[in-house]
């Protein structure tokens, strides 16, 4: 007959079970909005079964200490989650990202101040998840303040890879030592092999240009992922291993995705200039052609059709329910509108989606680059809001332009292209777009909110 023990310990390994189970199956649901909401409570339920069974763990102490943690944490991530809008949402999964490699680093960090010996194989993964979780955790941080504006400019310096890399061999150094000496080195060694580790992390991240975050947000979460899973190893717990893998796996694929979109490799992202002060690109010939609103009702209402390419710009002005309106509108009229998506567009992987489905865009009416660059050529009329590089025909032809071999949405080939945009300034990246400068585009100048609203009245107002 089993003892109370052995029953616990199974018990815990099917519940962990059942909530790695919850996790997968809320991550495939998160792949589809239609699905996302309940994906979003499902992976929930397992996290919140993972917790609630990780006190039966026996020789769990300091019950009281973890339950305060979890009601403050809870807390601020339901008073952030409320008051944090859709355009900081860039920074928040950032920061959040970071916590999760810090908290994979931190219980590194308990393991190996312990000073008790360990087995061959879990000190390495220990430091291996210690290193990768600090990273993460710096990293993140650092990216959350240049997209919240904390910091303004990218650190570049001489001789900087060697510096990264002198810093990168010093922590490995000391990994190897904490390894070789089966984790029980001195408490002064754990803290400088911690304080390298997290001094790598903002050394990486800081000559990164923002243009370049939406990949280095997904390769941290990545890393946070393996960093659990690494942990997870190392303390036997399989919902860990589990999640960490997944996450990890998810956050490497798209990590690749963002890259291609960039065409890009990831090398050239972590250690080229480009992000922050474009390259000179070819000059750029032609002038910009301004547009009134009631003229831009006007061939957009009797257009056939009308593909709208929604940017950072439209997030800034939170004026995702006016455009949809607008098109609604159109649509009545008989126009056909399609929305379409870059994957790097925005701040963030999917955060143009996202906007789009909070103000109830049907995500049939939603199609990503490979889907719908064909129809352009096709389209009357190309409703750019705040977009910039990712439309920039120079990415096809200016071989001396930074994003040259970029794909890009050929919005340049509709019939006509309106480009809403608050000024007469560059993209995201510093580079000129010569879209706007094209004989069929015209530049309708002001807040995205505030034109949609003009626009809005201006077809009303036609017969």
Not at 432 to 443: G, K
Request: hydrophobic share 55%; aromatic share 8%; net charge neutral.
């Amino acid at each position: 007959m089993s003892s109370p023990a052995s029953l616990t310990h199974e018990l815990i390994q099917a519940a962990y079970f059942i909530a790695a189970f919850l996790f997968i199956v809320g991550l495939k649901r998160m792949s589809s909005p239609k699905g996302a909401r309940g994906g979003i409570v499902w992976a929930g339920i397992g996290m919140l079964l993972a917790g609630l069974i990780t006190f039966l763990w026996p020789g769990m102490r300091n019950d009281i200490l973890i339950i305060v943690a979890i009601f403050v944490g809870g807390v601020a991530a339901w008073w952030s989650g409320k008051r944090v809008p859709m355009t900081a949402m860039p920074q928040m999964v950032a920061l959040y990202n970071g916590m999760g490699g810090g908290a994979a680093a931190a219980i590194a960090c308990q393991e190996l101040v312990r000073g008790r010996p360990f087995a061959p194989a879990p000190v390495v993964l220990a430091v291996a998840g210690a290193i990768i979780g600090a990273v993460s955790f710096s990293g993140s941080l650092i990216a959350f303040a240049k997209l919240q504006g904390l910091i303004s400019k990218s650190l570049r310096y001489g001789a900087q890879q060697a510096v990264n890399s002198l810093v990168l061999l010093a922590t490995l150094v000391l990994g190897g030592w904490i390894v070789a000496l089966h984790g029980a080195a001195p408490l002064s060694a754990v803290a400088a092999f911690f304080a390298l580790a997290l001094l790598e992390g903002m050394l990486i991240t800081l000559p990164i240009g923002g243009a370049d975050m939406p990949v280095v947000i997904s390769l941290y979460n990545a890393c946070t992922g393996l960093a659990v899973a690494f942990e997870g190893f190392v303390l036997g717990n399989a919902a860990m291993i589990i999640a960490g893998m997944v996450v990890g796996a998810a956050g490497t694929l798209l990590t690749q995705l963002m890259a291609k979109a960039m065409n890009r490799s990831l090398a050239n992202v972590l250690f080229s200039n480009f992000g922050e002060t474009a390259a000179v690109a070819g000059e750029v010939t032609g002038s910009l052609k301004p547009i009134e609103a009631p003229d831009a009702a006007v061939m957009m209402a009797y257009a056939s059709k009308v593909i709208v390419v929604p940017g950072y710009g439209m997030a800034v002005a939170q004026a995702q329910h006016k455009i949809w309106e607008l098109c609604q509108l159109l649509t009545d009229r008989g126009v056909t509108v399609r929305f379409a998506i870059h994957p790097v567009a925005g701040r963030m992987p999917g955060h143009m989606n996202v906007l789009l489905a909070e103000a109830g865009v049907p995500y049939d009416l939603i199609s990503d680059l490979d889907e719908i660059n064909a129809e352009f050529e096709t389209a009357d009329v190309a409703l750019i809001i705040g977009a910039n590089d990712v439309v920039n025909p120079a990415a096809r032809a200016d071989k001396s332009s930074p994003i040259y071999g970029m794909p890009i949405l050929n919005a340049d080939k509709a019939r006509n292209v309106i480009v809403i945009k608050r000024g007469k300034g560059a993209g995201f990246s510093g580079i000129e777009n010569a879209l706007f400068y094209l004989d069929n585009t015209r530049m309708l100048y002001g807040d995205a909110q505030k034109a949609g609203a003009e626009l809005i009245q201006a077809v009303k107002t036609l017969d």
